[in-house]
C-alpha cells in the first residue's frame, strides 16, 4: 500500500489522483471527528467540507517533520473551531480550558434506558469538556500519538497526557456500573 | 506509590508511552490495590470500545463537491492506466525479451539458408529445356 508520505509528494508534484487517493482514505475518519466534536450532523460536514478545501490548496505548507494525519487533523479542528465561532455551538473558552471541570453536567447524558455500550460510552465522551474530548477522540478513537496530539491542538506532551488521566478518571467514574456489569 | 500516579502511569501503559523504568514499580503496585486493577480493567474497556466506534458516513452532498472537483474519482481509461512493475521483474522481463528476439534472428537466418540448400537441390535436379527439345508448334 502506497504511504501517506508517498501519495503527498506524488499530489505536490501536481498528481491530482494521489490528492483524491489521500481524500479517499481520510474522508470518513475526518468527518466523523467533527461529527463526534460537534455533534451536529450538518457543521461536521461543513468543517469536513473546508478541511478537504485546505489540505487541497495548502499541502504545499506541510512540514516533512509533522505526520500527514497529524497535519490533517489539526486542519479538521481548526475548522470545527471556526464552526463553533460562527454558530456559538460550544464556548470557544472550553477549548483551552484545563483548570475549570472535566465533565459538563448540562450536555444531555440519558443513558437509563439504553444499552448499547457504544452510545452509553459517546454520550459520556460528549458531556467531557471540549478540550478533554478532543483528546480521548484523537488518542482512542483516531489512535495519535501523545507528539500528534500535542501538534494536532498546540499544547505540550504533558498537557496531553494530564487531559487524558483526567479524563479516563471522569469516565471510569461514570461507567463504572456499565462496565463492570459487562465484566461479569 | 500513591493510586494517583499509579493511574497516571496506568493511562500511559494503556497508550505504549509509559517509560519502561516506571513498569516495575507499576506492576507491584498493581499487585497490592485492587483500585488500581479495576482502573486499569475498565480503561482498557473504555479504551477498546472508543477503538471499534463505527465510523459517521460523510454526507453524499460534500462528497459529490469533490468528485466534481475531479479528486479522488480518477478517469481511467487503457490508455492512461498506470502500470509499476519491480525493478528485478522489469529486468528479468527485458532479458528474456533479449534472448527472445535473438532466438528469432536465429531461426529466421536458419530457414534462410534452408531454402537456399533447397534452392540449390533444385537447380541440380531441374534441366533447363533448350530449343532443341523445345517442341515448337506447328501450324498448317
Not at chain 1, 505536490?12 to 455533534?39: D, H, I, P, W
Not at chain 1, 487533523?73 to 483548570?99: C, G, Q, W, Y
Request: charged share 25%.
Amino acid at each position: 500500500m502506497i504511504t501517506d508520505e508517498e501519495l503527498v509528494s506524488q499530489f505536490r508534484n501536481g498528481e491530482l489522483n494521489a490528492g483524491g487517493m489521500l481524500y479517499q482514505r481520510y474522508k470518513t475518519e475526518v468527518f466523523s471527528f467533527c461529527r463526534r466534536m460537534l455533534n451536529d450532523q450538518e457543521s461536521a460536514g461543513d468543517a469536513a467540507q473546508e478541511t478537504f478545501l485546505k489540505m487541497m490548496t495548502g499541502i504545499q505548507s506541510l512540514n516533512h517533520h509533522i505526520a500527514f494525519k497529524a497535519w490533517l487533523f489539526a486542519i479538521a479542528r481548526n475548522e470545527v473551531l471556526m464552526v463553533v465561532r460562527h454558530r456559538k455551538i460550544i464556548p470557544m473558552e472550553s477549548f483551552h480550558d484545563e483548570t475549570t471541570e472535566v465533565w459538563d453536567e448540562k450536555t444531555p447524558f440519558s443513558i437509563t434506558a439504553d444499552n448499547d455500550i457504544q452510545i452509553i460510552l459517546m454520550n459520556a465522551v460528549n458531556c467531557l469538556k471540549p478540550a478533554y474530548r478532543e483528546a480521548v477522540l484523537l488518542r482512542d478513537v483516531e489512535q495519535l500519538t501523545y507528539e500528534e496530539i500535542a501538534a494536532v491542538t498546540g499544547t505540550t506532551v504533558g498537557s496531553v497526557k494530564s487531559k487524558l488521566f483526567k479524563s479516563r478518571v471522569i469516565l471510569n467514574e461514570k461507567l463504572r456500573p456499565y462496565f463492570e456489569e459487562i465484566k461479569q | 506509590m500513591n493510586c494517583q500516579t499509579g493511574k497516571e502511569y496506568i493511562s500511559q501503559l494503556l497508550d505504549n508511552e509509559l517509560e519502561s523504568e516506571f513498569l516495575q514499580p507499576l506492576f507491584q503496585h498493581l499487585a497490592e490495590c485492587s483500585e488500581c486493577r479495576s482502573f486499569y480493567t475498565r480503561t482498557r474497556s473504555i479504551q477498546k470500545t472508543l477503538g471499534h466506534l463505527p465510523n459517521h458516513e460523510l454526507p453524499e452532498l460534500v462528497d459529490q463537491k469533490f468528485a466534481v472537483l475531479a479528486i479522488g474519482k480518477e478517469k481511467r481509461t487503457l490508455m492512461n492506466r498506470k502500470i509499476t512493475i519491480p525493478v528485478p521483474s522489469a529486468m528479468l522481463s527485458g532479458v528474456f525479451v533479449f534472448m527472445l528476439s535473438i532466438l528469432f534472428v536465429f531461426f529466421i537466418r536458419n530457414l534462410q539458408s534452408n531454402f537456399q540448400y533447397v534452392d540449390q537441390k533444385f537447380e541440380m535436379n531441374y534441366t533447363r529445356p533448350t530449343p532443341s527439345t523445345l517442341q515448337m508448334p506447328q501450324y498448317n
